[in-house]
């Protein structure tokens, strides 16, 4: 393909991409022959503020960086931070043949969504999950009552005898203890029993109780 064909080729892909990816899109078609690598083409301009015929690069004036590079290499999909603040993402292609060497440049405004992902994150971040919190918080307040119970009996539970640990199960059982999730495995823990052992002193304690003999709190 010559040097006209290909230009007219890659001006058709370029306004092609920036009807298609919208007014945010700009596409450029550059002639890397030449110094400065002046725009043959480009589509949706207001995007860099640039127009045919312009040498301004992407970041508003020639870069700290040698131009010779984009002749060099294709760059895709590349954060752009502009002097004015906006966030663009930039991918260069070379087209080289015998009597030609363009690039089709394709640079997408992404300030606004960058904004939005932003406000999306914020808005979708949360400070724990609800069910685990509540479970975390039950455990807290049952160790709180196991810790006031103890306090009441006045021994370690290594110390205690069946009757101090009845008696701390009664205590829990009327402040509705055992409603909390896994309360009977945490009891067991605290108080060095297996969970059989809970069950039973409960157990134990019901019948008292329907037979009108209860132990003191």
Do not use: W
């Not at 752009?80 to 060497?101: A, P």
């Not at 009664?170 to 509705?176: G, H």
Request: some cysteine.
């Amino acid at each position: 393909m010559n040097r006209e064909a290909m230009l007219n080729f890659l001006k058709n892909e370029a306004r092609g991409l920036a009807v298609m990816l919208g007014p945010n899109c700009e596409t450029i078609v550059h002639d890397m022959t030449r110094p400065g690598h002046p725009i043959l083409a480009i589509y949706n301009g207001t995007v860099t503020g640039r127009e045919i015929g312009s040498t301004v690069d992407i970041f508003g004036d020639i870069g700290d960086y040698d131009p010779t590079l984009y002749s060099n290499k294709d760059y895709v999909n590349q954060l752009v931070l502009s002097r004015d603040g906006r966030m663009l993402k930039s991918s260069t292609f070379n087209v080289v043949g015998d009597d030609f060497h363009f690039a089709l440049g394709i640079n997408i405004d992404i300030t606004g969504l960058a904004r939005a992902q932003q406000t999306l994150s914020e808005l979708t971040a949360t400070s724990g999950e609800l069910q685990q919190t509540l479970m975390q918080d039950a455990r807290s307040q049952l160790e709180e009552l196991l810790r006031e119970c103890i306090s009441a009996v006045g021994k370690e539970p290594e110390q205690m005898k069946k009757t101090d640990r009845m008696r701390i199960i009664r205590m829990l059982y009327k402040r509705r203890a055992f409603t909390y999730q896994k309360a009977v495995a945490i009891v067991a823990e605290r108080l060095s029993v297996s969970r059989y052992t809970v069950y039973k002193y409960m157990h134990e304690l019901e019948k008292a109780e329907s037979a009108g003999s209860v132990l003191p709190d």
